[in-house]
């Protein structure tokens, strides 16, 4: 059974960083993109970065660009967060396919089949 498994959220001062971890277990990780998500309260989650299995290619949203990294070591992914702003503030979500997708299709939360429990992240002013 897959289990997908983060780690490292906290409260940090706005400016400060964090990173955040993720293992998933059962997966051929040569033949899997795995990807973050946020969501605020009260807001949809959204796409936050995503990382294929083959090429490693990379693919973030605009408004995490140049502060966020997405980077992935065999089975753990990791989101390294700098210069981090109280919009930043969500529960990170962890999730990962091993179905084939297009490029359009990493910022969809629907075409991701295994999903995290979440971490919360708490950037304060």
């Known amino acids: 059974q897959v289990q997908v498994v983060e780690s490292g959220g906290g409260v940090v001062q706005a400016g400060g960083s964090l990173r955040l971890s993720c293992e998933a277990s059962?997966?051929?990780?040569?033949?899997?993109?795995m990807a973050w998500f946020r969501q605020a309260p009260g807001k949809e989650r959204e796409f936050v970065a995503s990382i294929t299995s083959n090429a490693g290619t990379t693919s973030y949203a605009d408004a995490v660009k140049g502060r966020f990294t997405i980077s992935r070591d065999n089975a753990t992914v990791y989101l390294q967060m700098i210069s981090l702003k109280p919009e930043d503030t969500g529960v990170y979500y962890c999730a990962a396919t091993d179905k084939r997708l297009e490029p359009w299709d990493f910022f969809s939360n629907d075409k991701y089949n295994y999903w995290g429990q979440g971490t919360q992240v708490t950037v304060s002013s």
């Open positions: 059962e997966l051929t990780f040569s033949r899997t993109t």
